[in-house]
């Protein structure tokens, strides 16, 4: 349980350290790790660098990419979120001999409209952030700035930085050189009255160029005035020839587009009524390549080339002239897939760390001993956060159907009433970009500003609104809430917007970008004539709303969250108490089965608990009542079986018992019997055959058991009985019974009977113990020749007027044959055998005057014995007869002297081989 448990946290831990891993990398968890190629989104400005390593901002100024020559990826730059939900993005960037990079990183509000504050950044050669070079921060609320603020044109020049601020009426040119600790001011120039910067190129004071938001292009002269070098009066140009994306060469030549003439010109300020189309629809078309001029952006390189990128393409115009086609992507190198491929890699092992320690807590812990509680906890929990999920994403949907719709109601409203806020005839009179800031462009400026910037609700900001004129069948943006998007653009015509502006239908709809998820209205705009002249569009940032949702979403989540727990609180409660009970019950179980079969449970819950409270103590009862019969059914088993027998068979029950189990041993067998039973049992009836055989067995036995013995079967008045352990065990046996035959026969003389007298046959040998019979009658027997030979023995003890014989074995096995009186008989031959048996008399139980006997004649005995197997018959016979004089009762002696006499008188046989005969 412990090392499941390790394991568990081991691959929690782990799958938490991969989630952190891939939540860092979550941008590269976007993309198919199959593809080899990133396309571009939402592109918005590309440089070069002096090796010609391409900086483009993509995917809507979020992110920065470096390419090498070949247009392999080497780094991207992402941009990051501010404390508040604020939006990092990239406007503009420049790039030093050291492949540094310098951008200007723009915060935005949360809904990516008002500019929050901007800052000069570096990046070193390996896109790692180093330093921030400059902040400028935008607080005021009258002069707010839309989408791009202040911070303008970051340039390197023979090392050092340049780049400019807007602060309204003033310009200001700061420098930052190696070493410097901030940025330096450097150059400032006013702007001409009524004139807003637009964008603006060049370093040194004279050869600074910038573009204004009514369509001029102006020189800032060294006195800080500005003279306007386009359109001078003559030129062949339109004010909607609006000058996009300026640029000076290094030549001192401005770089401009015409979204009017859709083409990229060259003016020289030297020679300002001569401009050429460098790049136009004829040239591009001839290429192969289109350049839709819609978000179109250029930069020169620094071979005098020039980069174009518009939206999701990029093109290059080399110095000959010629256009290299068009790429939409980039490559990516093999060290970033592979880097990748780890990333989602990781993702994956996380998922299965995941998987596998759900699969240890819901299989492996579950199918373990674990406690209720635990088990309840783990698979409520999921299942009451599974339905607060459904719950609270039912309750979410349906709200978030119901506010798209107030949305989208309260949108057509605010864009219908755009009617009431545009004059449609001072909008029909804007003609040109000049009028940018003018008195109309204030006046409607100040009108939707009234409408829409009053509320502080959080829920009424993120409004984007903006204003179309109509003209010619074309649309043309007038007013937005965009300070990068010009005066007379042309807006591209959509099925939805050329319903509103051709046949004055409102229309809604919604988009999601990389900018965000908007929700928009458009209606028309009418003149005092009733014709459609423009187009009202207000469109709403649904972070605020999204915000909301969230908030109500988290809200609900919270609300079901706290009900769930405190339902989880009350039904664990329950369990615990249930499990109180249960404990209880399950410790009594516990000591029943421990075999305390007097313990009984008290539950007074009066529930189902309660009920199988009572059902365990009845049942214990019965269990009670059925291990008395059973232990006293195994006990009279073990009677008829003893329990050392099953031991030896390695079984555990008389259940286990099969036919023909068997097991050869090497123990002591003995042999015990009453001598002259036969005629003791003609004396009595049957009645008192059984009780003087029980009786005397009753009182024999236990010697068998007390000395480590096994009665393995009875027969007539004696029995057989085994000793596995050592032969001590049977000699003491044996020795103890005969003692407690004199004491027996005390008794019996006492109560007037005769007495009685044994023979005991003690050998040692392998033999073989098992279960004989038939399926349906079984029994315990040994099979071996040793015990033949204990029941010989047994059967010479009278003949040779001993009460105990044994053989060398059991001699050569004693380890304390010092301590026991016994006699070498020599060698016997019994009749049927073919082998002489080595004997020896232990009269250690017998009574003491015949003990006494024996052990002073012992020596002389075994003299004798030595005498007679050599066949010194005549020295045998004396010597016999030497102990007879002093024992007359020795049966052994008198054996040997009559033998020894007719040996001596007659002669041996021929087969004679030094052995006693004995029938």
């Not at 103590?617 to 009279?636: C, D, W």
């Amino acid at each position: 349980m412990k090392k499941s448990v390790a394991v568990l946290v081991f691959a929690l831990l782990l799958a938490a350290a991969a989630a952190m891993f891939v939540f860092q990398e979550r941008h590269l968890i976007k993309q198919n790790p199959l593809s080899r190629e990133l396309p571009f989104v939402s592109l918005s400005r590309a440089i070069a660098d002096q090796s010609g390593n391409l900086y483009v901002i993509d995917n809507s100024k979020k992110t920065i990419h470096k390419l090498d020559k070949e247009g392999t990826l080497q780094y991207s730059i992402h941009s990051e979120a501010g404390r508040n939900g604020e939006l990092f993005r990239f406007n503009d960037m420049a790039v030093d001999e050291l492949n540094r990079l310098y951008t200007v990183r723009t915060l935005l509000d949360p809904y990516g409209l008002t500019v929050k504050s901007e800052q000069i950044v570096r990046y070193d050669a390996g896109g790692k952030l180093e330093r921030v070079l400059f902040n400028q921060d935008y607080n005021d609320p009258k002069n707010k700035r839309y989408r791009i603020g202040g911070l303008k044109s970051p340039q390197i020049k023979q090392g050092e930085l340049y780049f400019f601020n807007d602060e309204g009426s003033k310009v200001t040119e700061y420098r930052f050189a190696e070493g410097d600790a901030e940025p330096r001011a450097v150059y400032a120039f006013n702007l001409p009255g009524n004139k807003y910067l637009a964008e603006i190129d060049g370093v040194t004071a004279g050869s600074i160029f910038y573009s204004a938001r009514s369509g001029e292009i102006y020189q800032a002269l060294a006195d800080g005035t500005s003279r306007m070098v386009y359109p001078l009066p003559g030129l062949d140009r339109t004010r909607r020839n609006f000058p996009e994306s300026l640029r000076l060469d290094s030549a001192g030549r401005l770089v401009f587009i015409d979204y009017n003439s859709q083409a990229i010109s060259r003016l020289d300020p030297a020679q300002p009524y001569i401009i050429e189309e460098l790049v136009n629809t004829a040239k591009t078309e001839a290429s192969g390549i289109s350049i839709p001029y819609e978000k179109t952006d250029i930069s020169l390189s620094p071979d005098g080339g020039i980069i174009i990128v518009d939206d999701t393409q990029m093109n290059w115009r080399l110095t000959d002239g010629t256009l290299k086609p068009s790429f939409s992507s980039v490559r990516y190198s093999a060290g970033y897939a592979a880097y990748r491929w780890m990333v989602w890699t990781v993702a994956a092992l996380g998922v299965l760390l995941v998987l596998f320690a759900l699969r240890l807590v819901y299989i492996d812990l579950l199918n373990r001993r674990t406690s209720l509680l635990f088990k309840q906890a783990i698979v409520f929990i999921p299942a009451v956060a599974a339905a607060m999920v459904l719950l609270s994403t039912l309750i979410f949907n349906n709200f978030v159907s119901k506010m798209d719709e107030e949305t989208y109601r309260e949108l057509s409203l605010l864009a219908a009433n755009g009617q009431n806020l545009i004059d449609g005839d001072r909008l029909e009179a804007i003609d040109s970009p000049v009028e940018y800031r003018g008195e109309t462009f204030n006046a409607f400026r100040q009108k939707i500003n009234t409408m829409f910037d009053n509320n502080s609700d959080s829920a009424n900001r993120g409004f984007y609104k903006a204003v179309y004129k109509v003209e010619n069948g074309l649309i043309y943006r007038i007013l937005e809430d965009d300070d990068e998007m010009h005066m007379f653009n042309p807006f591209p015509i959509t099925e939805e917007n050329s319903k509103v502006a051709f046949e004055g239908k409102v229309m809604t709809g919604g988009w999601q970008d990389d900018t965000g998820v908007w929700n928009y209205a458009i209606a028309p705009i009418y003149n005092s004539a009733g014709n459609i002249v423009g187009v009202f569009e207000t469109s709403k940032n649904m972070e605020s709303l999204l915000s909301h949702r969230r908030e109500l979403l988290q809200t609900i989540v919270r609300n079901i969250v706290v009900i769930s727990a405190g339902l989880l609180a009350v039904l664990l409660l329950m369990t615990f108490i249930q499990l109180s009970s249960l404990r209880k019950l399950r410790r009594t179980v516990g000591d029943i089965a421990r075999g305390n079969w007097d313990t009984a449970v008290n539950i007074r819950t009066r529930d189902e608990i309660a009920d199988l409270g009572e059902s365990v103590n009845t049942m214990a009862e019965r269990i009670r009542e059925y291990i008395g019969k059973v232990e006293a059914l195994s006990q009279a088993y073990y009677r008829f079986v003893p329990q050392q027998f099953l031991r030896f068979l390695n079984k555990d029950t008389i259940l286990d018992v099969e036919l023909g189990d068997q097991v050869e041993q090497n123990m002591s067998t003995m042999i015990f019997n009453i001598r002259s039973f036969y005629m003791l049992s003609k004396r009595m009836t049957p009645e008192q055959n059984f009780n003087f055989v029980n009786s005397f067995l009753k009182r024999f036995g236990p010697y068998v058991r007390n000395n480590s013995g096994m009665i393995n079967k009875y027969s007539g008045a004696g029995f057989m009985a085994l000793f596995p352990g050592q032969a001590d065990d049977a000699l003491k046996a044996a020795i103890e019974m005969r003692r407690e035959v004199e004491l027996y026969n005390t008794h019996r003389a006492n109560s007037g009977y005769r007495p009685v007298d044994i023979g005991v046959g003690l050998h040692k040998g392998p033999l073989r113990l098992g279960i004989i019979g038939e399926e349906q009658r079984l029994e315990s027997n040994v099979i071996s020749d040793n015990v033949n030979v204990s029941t010989i023995l047994e059967r010479l003890t009278e003949p040779l007027g001993a009460s105990i014989l044994i053989t060398d074995s059991i001699v050569q096995s004693l380890d304390g044959a010092s301590g026991f009186q016994y006699r070498n008989l020599g060698l016997i031959q019994v009749g049927g055998m073919k082998e002489p048996l080595h004997l020896y008399d232990v009269y250690q139980g017998d009574p003491d005057t015949i003990r006494t006997l024996k052990d002073k004649t012992r020596a002389r005995f075994e003299e004798a014995v030595t005498y007679y197997q050599v066949g010194r018959f005549y020295d045998a016979r004396e010597a016999f007869l030497m102990v007879i004089k002093q024992n007359r009762q020795d049966k052994a002696a008198q054996l040997y002297f009559y033998i020894c006499d007719e040996y001596f008188q007659k002669g041996t046989t021929e087969d004679w081989n030094g052995t006693l005969s004995v029938s």
